[in-house]
């Protein structure tokens, strides 16, 4: 398959828009995303599949909660830490939750500067979002270390409905170990960009084939899908 | 600059981003604050179920450049998911019955 890239200005421009261009692209018979390369359709069609696992965690969570007898745990104050005297609620989890937009943020803006071919100011701006990301797998562990030490065990724990654990360490668990992923992902496509392989034509180690800018944007892509997956989190397991 | 989605890549000016970044913090000091002031019942999930989704509609029309994006593939990615609040009902209602069940058989047994 060649390593096309998307369809040229032109032709996008002589298509319809609107619900019309629905109709048009899917029945093309060619290739249904005009607009968007292969890398970039395929990484949405997996963020797409990824969607559904956390959905299905996230309604299994929902169903243990609704269908028990035993009262949940409150999370306000399971998640409280004390600092400077005072109990403050959830106050790790809001944290957490800064760190992780604010990383988008920077990962947004270096989406910006790579479509610009701003080699530097790209690949600074994505170890920036790599040490956010880093820091919120720390404060995470930070946060499993604790709940550990006070009792929580995925079979019981000493508030209230013993299912509270097994739903809080598999969805923290898999989230957080789609932030170390992308932390990874973060670094290895930086390093790309420092290095100026996508001004060189210079080939990948493992595809052999050369890469494109747009990979910062599919990066992102990524990035901001583990974002928007702590924002349900966030809502429906730490503030419902 | 000009929005523009060419197929050399998303332009839009830096403000824009610095914009929805810092909705996204209002957003979440927002919900933080329903669960600080203790709101209860009706207005506490409304308000979180409210915020979440001001927060995931930012991220992904502006930050994943959906907004942006062909309406083929803006439906192929946002449709199904929606397909899956008939799955949230199914087990919400299976809950429910497994609720009733307990409360009949094993209260105080």
């Known amino acids: 398959m060649p390593d096309t890239a998307p369809a040229d200005a032109q032709d996008t421009m002589m298509q319809p828009g609107g619900w019309r261009s629905l109709v048009a692209d899917w029945s093309s018979d060619q290739r249904a995303f005009k607009s968007a390369s292969w890398g970039k359709a395929m990484m949405w069609i997996f963020l797409l599949s990824d969607t559904f696992i956390f959905s299905c965690f996230l309604i299994s969570y929902m169903t243990v909660r609704m269908s028990t007898v035993v009262p949940w745990p409150n999370p306000s104050e399971v998640f409280a830490l004390e600092i400077g005297g005072t109990s403050l609620p959830l106050i790790l989890i809001a944290i957490m939750t800064f760190v992780l937009i604010s990383s988008s943020g920077t990962m947004a803006m270096a989406v910006n500067f790579a479509y610009r071919r701003d080699r530097v100011r790209t690949a600074l701006l994505m170890l920036v979002t790599a040490a956010f990301g880093a820091a919120f797998v720390g404060m995470q562990a930070f946060e499993w270390t604790k709940l550990i030490h006070e009792g929580v065990r995925p079979w019981e724990n000493p508030w209230g409905a013993p299912q509270f654990g097994s739903a809080f360490f598999m969805i923290t668990g898999f989230h957080g170990t789609h932030v170390t992923i992308g932390v990874i992902f973060l670094l290895i496509i930086a390093r790309k960009v420092w290095r100026g392989d996508f001004d060189q034509q210079r080939k990948g180690f493992f595809t052999s084939r050369k890469g494109r800018w747009e990979i910062v944007e599919i990066t992102g892509l990524y990035w901001h899908f583990v974002d928007l997956v702590w924002v349900f989190i966030f809502a429906l397991f730490y503030l419902w | ?109």
């Open chain 2, 1 to 109: 600059m000009a929005h523009a989605a060419t197929p050399e890549g998303q332009q839009h000016p830096i403000r824009l981003y610095l914009m929805v970044w810092g909705s996204l913090f209002i957003l979440s000091a927002c919900s933080y604050l329903v669960d600080y002031f203790q709101l209860q019942g009706m207005l506490r999930w409304m308000l979180i179920l409210l915020f979440m989704a001001l927060k995931a509609g930012l991220i992904i029309a502006v930050f994943m450049h959906m907004a942006w994006e062909r309406v083929a593939l803006a439906y192929a990615i946002l449709l199904p998911p929606l397909v899956v609040l008939v799955f949230v009902g199914i087990m919400a209602f299976e809950a429910d019955y497994t609720l009733f069940t307990r409360e009949a058989f094993f209260r105080g047994g």
